[in-house]
């Protein structure tokens, strides 16, 4: 009897009609003969909702309170769908974070999974009930509710597979895979069969968000087998699986770009020890993340620093990138928000060094600008001008022959 | 330094603008150098909406999942009332029930408080902290959410100020205190200025409802001084208190009604023996309170049980009134939804034997015919005609010179 995990987004529990649907499939898996558990996020809008009534009670938005109202949105669709459950004659319970046994951290707003107890869930599990767990929160060492930031259902699911031994963790979404590129941008674009947990990571980090990284990393250090797929069909989604497992290693799996990108530049910083230090550490004070850094040549004792962080820090960042231009000496700073990043992502690029250039050689061809680059094991990314963003998708999308992947 | 519990109904916390208000109140208090518990139910319609959403899923509600569902009601009230709390400036805490320690029965729907563990709001209070405490709610032993019944808040309200040694419990509402009737139907009722116990439970179980009687009979076990006041004005409220601290013991100090009331009548019953038991018995079993009993003289060996129940008990009770009739052998039954309940209340009629007595002169003069009568030691009631409501009411409010109370 195998167990399987599987979790709901919420555009899946968005409605009644929606949940109704999610129970359908849950008692589909039952009748298999499975042991199922499933996560749920809030209902459709619910937390942003809930996000709006707190705003109105005016700016300071404590991270305790706000954790402790919007926990409740998962506890009602998880208590809604488990009634849905009961009242098409499967027997079922309901588990708030706590109830479940998942202990956090004690932060809030964004808090990492510390441990799981699964007594509770392993007891009803073996009562015969299909066990209904609120996803995105947990407990504090203290006792406080606290919630593991946007997309964290995704780690609770994860989370729960590795600690009961899942054979399966299904992510039910409202798309029905991972795709080599964004289909809106490129319209042949093509469901990919599987991907590593590398591959997964870079492509949800590179702005191709289907899953949160964190459960990614999660499943891959326990071993989670992942599969994404959509909740409103029966198609074969996307496996997420160990480079070793893959039926093969492709050199180039997808195109990512991302428009959460803003280009910082610092002019005429004296070059001496320890400036980059005074910058980047001021910037990671004020929890701004920088991704992407380059400094250009000595120029009369002198060189420029350009790096981006994402297009929500900006309004931050221009208070911070001031105080630091007066520290450093630098002659100036600019800000741009008119840039991207398009990225491309595979797991066998570490063996194959030519793709770098090739990448470049078709940005070239559209006559594209490169204005940063950076590189990992398993993908590039450049930086270039938010306008042209599709035509290079596109242009990457062709040149790899992605449409032609399997 | 006082300790003070405020518990807010629904009405009080409906919206943002209500919450704020409730805030204010609440800072008044802290300000005046008191340390503040505040006790809240779920917004407005919040709890019918959720029951709404439930019945949606289905026509079996299971209670565990109910009470799972509706406790989120008051995490949310407590949430954003604390979140405008220290947007005032004021530092707060949310809890939930069983972060309050409130621990109950494993009973769903209507569960009784069994202990308190107090200590995380002793601990809270001391860092100078207002507790908002989400109402309705507890845990069962088998750490599962329970709730406490319609009007459960009252009694988190008084349990936690018995348990934390108050020195007062004002249980703000809609209305600004008890009235010697209800105002709706006695233009010139007046407001009490203070009501025993005793006088409270008649009122509240009599069909006055302002405070949950469980939540009374628990003020008067543990001997919390209990003030019912209005959100809404500042004007003082009805103090409940023991019949020794009163002022002085009125003999009739309120009229009450009630029109969720209908009558049954089983004709020709053997007069045997055990006739009765089975009767009740049965009733019991399905769970319908039976409120007053009469049966009438021996005639011919046989005779009438009459009895009321609830209105909303009527549609259960007819099939388990047919059985019991072919069981015992009567020759029929009869069931009235066209009648009420009239009563009057009061700590010193058991001293004056002359009350009941002129009540039923006060309702004769009117020419309404009573069906059944019950007493205790502070009240008795009479059942009559529903059409004949609002003329007994003003009758025995005329007859007690209750517009002259103070």
Known sequence: MALVVQKFGGSSVASLERIRNVANRVMREKEDGNRVVVVVSAMGDTTDELIGLARQTGPVLDDREMDALLATGEQQSAA????TLRNMGCDAISLTGWQAGILTEPVHGKARISKITPERIQKELAGGKVVVVAGFQGLSPGGDVTTLGRG?????AVALAAVLGADICDIYTDVDGVYTADPRVVKDARKLPYVSYDEMLELASLGAVVLQPRAVEFAKLYGVKLQVRSSFSFAKGTSIMEVGQMEKERIVTGVAHDLNVAKVTLFDLPDVPGIAKTIFKSLARHGINVDMIIQSGNRNGHNDISFTITRDDLPRA??????VRQETGASGASFGEDVAKVSIVGAGMQSNPGVAAAMFEALADEE?????????EIKVSCVIDAVNVAKAVQALHRKFALDEVD
């Open 80 to 83: 809604l769908l488990t009634l």
């Open 152 to 156: 964290g259902s995704d780690t609770t």
């Open 368 to 376: 594209i600008n490169i204005q940063m680059i950076s590189t990992s």
């Open 318 to 323: 221009l208070t911070v990138v001031e105080q």
